[in-house]
């Protein structure tokens, strides 16, 4: 079974419209994460949820986490062409596991 | 703000040969981690590795993967024995774990086996 799985795989919207992409996983976990990857870079930090939390901001990010659907979405809004990029969730487990385990990634482009 | 960085940020083998890559942690951190990425599929988890030992493996850190903390800032993965598809995107990434494993990554190596 796959844990951290995106959707949509690709995503195409305006300048200035909101992004929403979404997460899903299948065991329990201590925290999710989400990942900005520009094309053949690094992974860039965004924001960390945890598990007894349901919503987070930061800037122009906000996060949802529903544990009972085992789900998460990130949405990015008033989006920008420098958004444009590659988004990750990463889920850390329960029991002490120290691994992230991430999903395929949806693929955002921002048109100008 | 602090960071972690890789070197090299590419490297190129021949197979069979061994490749060391680094990777210096952000200072404080405790726990680290090396990650890889096959082009265009998802990442993946390597290896972690905390108080000088590894922590946890994943079942592609076989006998040919190696690591090792050999000062207080570096921390390097050895491959001693390259294979066409150890050609991938590494990863490094720290943590100062609190309870909450956030992890920050480093801009990565990317390793091509000929």
């Known amino acids: 079974s796959q844990q951290g799985e995106e959707d949509p795989q690709a995503l195409s919207i305006q300048e200035g419209e909101n992004a929403t992409m979404n997460c899903s996983y299948k065991?329990?976990?201590?925290?999710l994460q989400w990942y900005r990857q520009n094309s053949g870079r690094g992974l860039v930090h965004l924001i960390l949820?945890?598990?007894?939390?349901r919503e987070k901001h930061s800037g122009r990010l906000r996060v949802t986490l529903d544990t009972s659907k085992k789900s998460s979405s990130l949405l990015i809004t008033a989006s920008r062409a420098a958004d444009t990029a590659s988004y990750f969730c990463?889920?850390?487990?329960?029991?002490?596991?120290?691994?992230?385990?991430f999903g395929q990634g949806t693929r955002l482009t921002i048109n100008p | 703000e602090p960071e972690v960085t890789q070197t090299p940020s590419h490297q190129v083998t021949q197979m069979g040969q061994e490749v060391i890559l680094r990777c210096v942690p952000i200072?404080?951190?405790?726990?680290f981690y090396w990650y890889r990425q096959i082009l265009g599929q998802k990442v993946e988890f390597l290896v972690s590795?905390?108080?000088?030992?590894?922590?946890?493996k994943s079942e592609i850190f076989d006998d040919q993967f190696s690591v090792e903390r050999p000062d207080g800032s570096n921390f390097t993965l050895k491959i001693r024995s390259t294979k066409l598809e150890d050609s991938a995107m590494y990863f490094c990434?720290?943590?100062?774990?609190?309870?909450?494993?956030?992890?920050?990554f480093g801009p990565g190596t990317r390793l091509t086996v000929l």
């Open positions: 990434a720290s943590g100062a774990r609190d309870n909450y494993n956030e992890q920050f």
């Open positions: 065991t329990s976990i201590n925290n």
């Open positions: 949820i945890r598990s007894n939390e």
């Open positions: 990463a889920t850390a487990l329960i029991q002490g596991a120290q691994k992230l385990v």
């Open positions: 200072s404080n951190h405790l726990y």
């Open positions: 590795f905390y108080n000088n030992e590894i922590s946890e």
